[in-house]
Every structure is written in C-alpha cells, then in structure tokens.
C-alpha cells in the first residue's frame, strides 16, 4: 500500500527553563486528535524526552530539546518541543489536511503549556503566544447542527474554532507579512531584548561609557589661572626641545583645555631623551637593542 512519507514540522519555544512532562504533553496532543473525529490508536512513550502519538491516519513525534538556536536571534532557547508529523496510509490522509492536525496539536500544547513563542508549520517564524492564541480564539467555526444538551443539564466542553479556518488565518499573517509577527524579524535588538533577561541596549550602554570617559578627561582640565598658565608654559618649553611634541600639545590645550598633569609628563619624558640624546647613550641602547634581536 503506498504511503505518504511527507512530513510537516513545528514546535514550542521556552525562553526560560522548564521541566517538561513528555507524558502529559502527549496526552494533550492525543485529546486534541479525539477532539477533531480522530481514533487514537497508541500514545508511545519512547524515553524521557521524546514520544509519539499515533492515529488511523497520521503519527506524531514530541521530542524536547535543550539549548536550541532559534531562527532571528542570538539568544537559545533554554527548551524547545518539536513536533514532527508523519503521513500515513495516503487515502485515509484525504480525510484530514496535514497542516490541520498540526496546527490543532499546536494549539493543544499551547493552551496546556503556555510557551513564549511559537515556531509555525515548516517555517522559521516564531510567533508570541499571545499572538497565536488570539488568532485561534478569533477563527470563526462553520455553522453545524448542535445536539440539544438535556434540560437542566450542564455543559462543561469549551467550543474550540475551526481547525481549518485557524489555519488559513495564520498563513495569511505569515504571507502577507503581519507587522505583528515580522517586526521582532526585522529588528534583532529589540528581538534580543525579548529573548533575554537584564538586556540593555547597546547604543545606551556606549553613550553611557563616552560620557563617564569624557568626565574622567575633564577631571583633568585645569580651571584656575595660574595654572592653566603653568600648562602654557610647559607646552613652550617642549616646543623648543622637540617642536613636533610642543605644538601638539598646544593643540589639544586649544581644543580640549589646558591639561597640566599631560604637559608635565611630556616635558618630562622629552627632557629624558634629550639628556639620553646629548651623551650618547640612545645610539648606544639602539646598537645593543639591534644586537640582541639579531
């Protein structure tokens, strides 16, 4: 008999850790399916971490994942829960669209375990949960023939939407391009943001350093008189041993203020090679320097 081996994924994403119960989170996969006409024909439980859910129709694999790269950002997610669907026999699949039965797992699992964010059918989109549960809540269930509920009794089963419906609403977003779902795409900080917790914003983060540089800078700027005057002087005394040296630091005196702390360091550094230079003793560390590397 032939079959359909194509499959169709999807998944959960967990932006903080969480203790996943592969059991539980099978079991409401499996009520999903019952809810829309399926027959249940195994609920496996492979290991730990991975489980399959199987109909007349179709099986589901659950496996849960750690640390997993998520598609627009930097960020992995500490959990993530695939699902993997597997056709089945090709003429009982006409009964039931494959992106159905997903998306009604999907919607399942979503409700139950409230992830952040979830990754659609055969795409990298993550879609806020919130998002997703307003989009199935919003799908408009066809008009159907419903059994009179006994007198006086109550009803206790939520009405859910539309499988069908929800579905070709979710790919309309997708197609044309909701700004409500693809603006975290087109933005990775504000997407990074989300992804983790104590994010600061790298533009904030640099203003915030060059300004604690430049009041470290002027702490060294000179104010008084006398000695911005002091720093004047200095810069005139470099200038005639090493002209180069004294009008840069006339440059910056004229530019940023006068820094004495700078100028006196400088003058002190040239009067130390020029002292070297007039005895000789620079071509003398120059000749030895030249040895020891050859």
């Known amino acids: 008999m032939a079959k359909n081996t194509k499959t169709a994924k999807a998944g959960l994403v967990f932006m903080k850790d969480r203790d996943l119960d592969i059991v539980e989170a099978a079991n409401h996969v499996a009520s999903g399916f019952e809810s829309m006409g399926h027959r249940i024909t195994g609920v496996h439980i492979l290991s730990d971490t991975t489980a399959q859910v199987s109909t007349d129709t179709h099986a589901l694999c659950l496996e849960t994942r750690e640390d997993v790269t998520v598609s627009g950002s930097a960020e992995k997610a500490p959990v993530f829960l695939g699902l993997r669907l597997l056709g089945g026999d090709r003429e009982k699949s006409k009964r039931f669209a494959r992106d159905s039965l997903l998306a009604r797992a999907l919607q399942s699992l979503?409700?139950?375990?409230?992830?952040?964010?979830?990754?659609?059918?055969?795409?990298?989109?993550?879609?806020?949960?919130?998002t997703f549960t307003s989009a199935t809540e919003g799908a408009a269930a066809p008009p159907k023939a419903l059994a009179k509920e006994p007198e006086g009794r109550?009803?206790?089963h939520k009405k859910l939407p539309d499988i069908e419906s929800t579905n070709v609403i979710l790919q309309d977003r997708i197609t044309n391009h909701d700004p409500a779902i693809f603006e975290n795409q087109s933005a990775p900080d504000r997407l990074r943001k989300i992804f983790s917790?104590?994010?600061?914003?790298p533009d904030a983060l640099a203003?915030?350093?060059?300004?604690?540089?430049?009041?470290?800078?002027?702490?060294?700027?000179?104010?008084?008189?006398?000695?911005?005057?002091?720093?004047?002087?200095?810069?005139?005394?470099?200038?005639?041993?090493?002209?180069?040296?004294g009008v840069m630091l006339m440059v910056l005196n004229l530019a940023k203020g006068e820094n004495l702390r700078l100028a006196s360091q400088t003058a002190a550094l040239t009067g130390t090679f020029v002292a070297l230079q007039a005895f000789g003793t620079t071509a003398n560390a120059m000749t030895t320097l030249q040895s020891l590397i050859h």
């Open 197 to 201: 917790e104590g994010w600061v914003d």
């Open 110 to 130: 979503n409700a139950s375990l409230e992830p952040d964010f979830v990754q659609w059918i055969d795409t990298d989109f993550l879609l806020p949960s919130d």
């Open 154 to 156: 109550v009803s206790h």
């Open 207 to 245: 203003a915030e350093e060059a300004a604690e540089a430049h009041a470290r800078e002027m702490e060294d700027i000179e104010q008084e008189a006398p000695l911005r005057l002091s720093a004047w002087m200095l810069s005139f005394a470099v200038a005639l041993f090493a002209l180069p040296i």
